[in-house]
């Protein structure tokens, strides 16, 4: 057994871009967008890494549409968003200055 190709599937991959190394107090940015044309939603799940940060130094994520004023809200079942056929979602993670002497990233 093991992966095989299908040459039948032509669901998409979801590609993310990396906001890269974040001082605190700045908002990551991130693209999450389909990697071919689909005539399909694809649910996503999103989460937050810390790195050298802390919990406290992450704020709630905000996903929008790429046009950057629809809201998108996260399924209340499953916590996961939907990227709508043909669209890209925007996610903004703030972070928080709370005035550390290190230099944390997140």
């Given at each position: 057994s093991g992966e095989v190709d299908d040459p039948d599937d032509d669901r998409p991959s979801v590609q993310v871009t990396n906001a890269g190394e974040v001082n605190e107090g700045s908002d990551a940015v991130f693209?999450?967008?389909?990697?071919?044309?689909?005539d399909t939603a694809v649910k996503v799940d999103?989460?937050?890494?810390?790195?050298t940060a802390e919990a406290e130094d992450i704020?709630?994520?905000?996903?929008?549409?790429?046009?950057?004023?629809?809201?998108?809200?996260?399924?209340?079942?499953?916590g996961s968003y939907t990227i709508p056929a043909g669209e890209s979602l925007i996610v903004t993670v703030p972070t928080i200055d709370n005035e550390t002497s290190a230099e944390e990233l997140v």
């Open positions: 693209t999450v967008s389909l990697d071919g044309d689909t999103l989460s937050t890494t810390l790195g704020g709630a994520i905000k996903v929008t549409l790429a046009n950057g004023t629809t809201v998108v809200e996260a399924d209340p079942l499953d």
